[in-house]
C-alpha cells in the first residue's frame, strides 16, 4: 500500500505512523475526521507514482492546512 496516514506528536513534533491505506480517497476521510476530534495534525502521503514525486496533504481541526 502506498498511501499512508501520519499524525503529528504534540509533544516531539514528529510524524507517527497511523494507518495505510489503498488509495488516498479513503485516507483523506479519515484524516479529516481524526483530526477534527482530537484537534491534531495529519498528514496523508501518496507514493502511489514515483515518477510525479509525492503528494503530501495536511489536516489541521477537519480542514486542508493552507487551503
Known sequence: MKVRLDRK???N???DHVADFRF???ARP???LLSKLDDGVYRV???R???E???V?????GEVAGG
Request: charged letters at 20%.
Open 9 to 11: 506528536c504534540p509533544v
Open 13 to 15: 513534533h514528529d510524524w
Open 24 to 26: 488516498a480517497a479513503d
Open 30 to 32: 479519515c484524516a479529516t
Open 45 to 47: 502521503t501518496d507514493s
Open 49 to 51: 507514482w514515483p515518477d
Open 53 to 55: 514525486g509525492l503528494d
Open 57 to 61: 496533504t495536511v489536516f489541521v481541526s
